[in-house]
């Protein structure tokens, strides 16, 4: 029997708009919403879990993927201060003894709206820091904030973002020793009068975080180091104190904004949303232990999962519901007419 391919894919959008990707999930979903799929898609035959895996494998996870990403930027815009970017390997992926061979895709996630606005795959011979680099000879980062962790902390990838009109914020790790050795002694013997601060007190059942910025004030010292762009060193500390534990952290950022201490805060912390979306990828789906077989299946389910946690998070916001993202999907799973408010909502 022949099915047509929208079919099949409006199947797997709604039922991973209701938290379900696995194929066993899929069959059961459809057999039983099959009146409100031929209801209100005109879906009158449901595949078998077969087919549908044979399908997933066949059609093009990229294309997809960027037609779905297509749909998102132009239903929710792509407003907002900062795109943060990191990259998550699918760990079901990797080959038996080399978990460094697992499928990673390596996204840039508008952390306003949730909308990613771009995603490549990375095979087991490549990395993050080219594949990055490319996406910026087609990512439009103008008047955005770019923020990646340490690994990105690269002379080039800096380069491009300035050229393309954008701004850049990295951690600084031991990828740059000799930048780090720098910064790091500076702020171990700078005086107050060197440093701009501010500082932030949470505290949440029991658990108090403290954070201080501390910028310096005057960094025409690093210019032997020929940073593209540098106007900003600071430093984050982290102090969390629970159940009468205390334990601190420092971090250190280079970035191209000469903002105030708290701006620059604001912005490092922004990037935790794209971890975020990357946590909620294996709690809401379990994308980790996904056994489809081929990339593509692997690249279209991934993109399909963004789309909902978007679609979601953007629905939830304009009708302040106060609700998870989990708990939405399952009320959707249970209940077609909300699905249904969602799939009109986009």
């Known amino acids: 029997m022949k099915y047509p391919l929208a079919e099949i894919l409006i199947i797997v959008m709604c039922a991973v708009l209701c938290g379900l990707d696995t194929l066993g999930d899929l069959v059961i979903y459809a057999k039983n919403r099959k009146e409100f799929l031929a209801k209100e898609f005109g879906i009158e035959a449901i595949p078998s879990k077969a087919t549908f895996a044979r399908v997933l494998s ?18 929710f815009g792509v407003s907002g201060e900062v795109i943060a970017v990191d990259g998550k390997a699918i760990c079901s992926t990797a080959k038996p003894g080399n978990p460094h061979s697992a499928l990673q895709i390596l996204s840039a996630y508008m952390t306003d709206n949730g909308v990613v606005l771009a995603q490549e795959a990375i095979h087991e011979k490549t990395n993050e820091i080219p594949v990055f680099q490319e996406m910026l000879t087609y990512l439009d980062v103008e008047g955005k904030t770019v923020t990646a962790d340490a ?19 990295f951690g ?24 701009d601060s501010f500082q932030t007190a949470e505290k949440n059942a029991g658990r108090i975080e403290k954070r201080v910025c501390r910028k310096i004030k005057d960094i025409s010292w690093l210019n032997e180091h020929k940073w593209p762009g540098l106007q900003s060193v600071f430093s984050i500390e982290r102090t969390v104190e629970t159940h009468g534990r205390s334990s601190k952290e420092v971090s250190f950022y280079i970035s191209s904004c000469d903002s105030s201490p708290e701006f620059l805060m604001t912005m490092a912390r922004e990037h935790w949303k794209i971890e975020s979306m990357h946590w909620l990828l294996d709690v809401t789906f379990s994308e980790d232990n996904c056994r489809l ?5 692997h690249r279209t389910m991934n993109a399909l999962r963004k789309f909902a946690l978007a679609l979601h998070k953007n629905f939830l916001a304009a009708y302040h519901k106060n609700s998870s993202i989990k708990a939405h999907m399952l009320s959707a799973l249970l209940d077609s007419d909300l699905l249904l ?6």
């Open 172 to 195: 600084l790790k031991e990828n740059q020793p000799s930048l780090l050795k720098d910064v790091r002694l500076f702020f171990e013997n700078a005086d107050r009068k060197e440093l």
């Open 151 to 169: 690994m990105h902390c690269q002379r080039e990838t800096c380069r491009r973002i300035i050229q393309r009109k954008g701004n850049y914020l």
């Open 341 to 346: 408010s969602i799939l009109h909502f986009l």
């Open 293 to 297: 077989l081929s990339e593509n299946a």
């Open 58 to 75: 066949s059609v093009n996870g990229k294309a997809i993927g960027d037609a779905i990403l297509d749909i998102l930027r132009m239903r």
